[in-house]
């Protein structure tokens, strides 16, 4: 029989080890350099010396556990959340927030020097609270081997549940539930069968969506009847496959400016409402949208950029991947009368000059694309010939790679600035404006 060689695997070395932190990557992690490899630490800050213990060695980057820190950065401080370190939800609460924007503003700055010639100044950063921002949380439940019941975000790095007693970035209205809704199910005769829940502050009341993998028994439905009506929330049940169904409250609402937008509690939502008001505001003032303008919005949900455009514009033309979202779009336009928008049901990702909307002319657009960026849409975007078109980006990666290809097919950029939409997480959202040179 043939032998094959079998190469042996190469042991990790876990000997603690010597770092200074160089530098955050775009997740918020820091990144200490062995050799020319990277290492990447979780937990600590850029100038600190640390003593680290490796957790994965691959060929082009390696992974780190902190153990000890030698050298605090002044910018350090004690995180305000008791679950801080374990949960998976933040990654920067030890680091002051005004540093965390600048952390995330020198990110975009990096950006702006490898795409422009001439230095761009960044705008502003638009920031809210730091605190109680998150409009919105889903928890995973689950019964643990010893019969516990555990209700929260997933561990950082793993699939393991840390079961909250608080969350101080959520909205203070979804925040003080988590207590009573944790003794809710676990008084439940289903709690096994719970998969998750979703918490939204909405309008005229919070909403709860429970989402069991099997069907949940009379009893402990009437007992989630009971707790929605005795702590004023709009109530949704998603079992098996089925669809969510309300079963307590009227459709949840967010309001922008003078506008009412529907929304179900699994759809995408900004996450944090303050910066969103602030971030659509940003958004028409850098679209300078006139009157006679016909504008196109990419990736456009539920309609949260299309219906304040439309107000200004003569025309807005929203594009959207979801079915479902379309349907919101355009039910959101009816309840506030706005007559003037079309939406399309369309995958971003195939060639829009093939669909009706993709034919027509805009003079102005927004697109607000998920990680992934847009990247088969740019050169579409470009020849459309917009004198105004703004980026929103919720990821720098794909945002310096589509800005690329806009400036290369004639777009200058003219603005650039972060929004803080997710404070004390690694993640980055922006906002960008290219005009036609
Ligand atoms: C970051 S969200 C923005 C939604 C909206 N602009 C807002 O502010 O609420 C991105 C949207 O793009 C949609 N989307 C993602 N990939 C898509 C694709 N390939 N084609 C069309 N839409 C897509 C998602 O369904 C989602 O509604």
Redesign the pocket.
């Known amino acids: 029989m043939a032998r094959f060689f079998k190469p042996q695997k190469k042991s990790l070395d876990t000997q603690h080890k010597e770092f200074e932190i160089l530098r955050f990557d775009h997740h918020g992690e820091g990144v200490a350099l062995e050799g020319e490899k990277p290492v990447y630490i979780s937990g600590v800050l850029p100038g600190e010396k640390v003593i680290v213990q490796l957790i994965e060695n691959k060929r082009h980057y390696a992974k780190a556990k902190l153990i000890k820190i030698l050298q605090e950065s002044p910018e350090r401080i004690a995180p305000f959340c008791v679950h801080y370190g374990i949960c998976g939800g933040c990654q920067l609460q030890h680091l002051n927030h005004d540093a965390q924007i600048e952390a995330k503003q020198e990110t975009l700055r990096q950006i702006t020097k490898k795409i422009t010639p001439n230095l761009l100044p960044l705008t502003p950063p638009v920031i809210c609270s730091p605190k109680g921002y998150r409009r919105r949380a889903r928890f995973s439940v689950k019964v643990n081997k010893t019969g516990r019941l555990e209700m929260g975000f997933r561990q950082r790095h793993s699939k393991e549940i840390v079961t909250l007693t608080q969350c101080p970035v959520l909205e203070p209205c979804i925040e003080a539930l988590i207590p009573s809704l944790y003794a809710l199910l676990d008084s439940l005769k289903g709690r096994r069968i719970i998969g998750h829940i979703e918490l939204v502050s909405a309008e005229p009341q919070p909403a709860l969506l429970v989402r069991t993998v099997k069907r949940l028994h009379k009893q402990d439905k009437k007992q989630l009847d009971f707790f929605a009506k005795e702590h004023d929330l709009i109530l949704y049940l998603q079992e098996e496959e089925t669809a969510p169904i309300r079963l307590y409250g009227e459709r949840p609402f967010y309001c922008i400016k003078d506008l009412k937008l529907q929304f179900e509690p699994q759809d995408?939502?900004?996450v944090n409402k303050r910066v969103n008001e602030k971030m659509v505001s940003q958004a028409l003032e850098w679209l300078a949208i006139k009157p006679e303008d016909k504008v196109l919005?990419l990736?456009?949900?539920?309609g949260?950029?299309s219906l304040p455009l439309s107000q200004k514009a003569a025309q807005l033309v929203g594009?959207?991947?979801?079915e479902a979202?379309v349907e919101r779009a355009e039910n959101n336009g009816k309840i506030n009368a706005l007559q003037n928008l079309q939406f399309y049901h369309?995958?971003?990702?195939d060639d829009p000059n093939n669909t009706f909307w993709g034919k027509q002319k805009y003079h102005k657009i927004l697109l607000?694309?998920?990680r992934a960026g847009a990247l088969e849409l740019m050169r579409y975007v470009a020849k459309t010939g917009a004198t105004r078109i703004v980026y929103?980006s919720?990821n720098p990666i794909s945002l310096a790679r589509d800005a690329q290809i806009l400036i290369n097919q004639g777009y200058r950029l003219e603005k650039m600035g972060m929004l803080d939409m997710f404070p004390h997480t690694g993640h980055l959202e922006s906002m960008s404006l290219f005009i036609k040179i």
């Open positions: 995408f939502i900004q919005d990736f456009c949900g539920l949260n950029f594009i959207e991947g979801i979202m369309s995958n971003l990702e607000d694309p998920a929103v919720c």
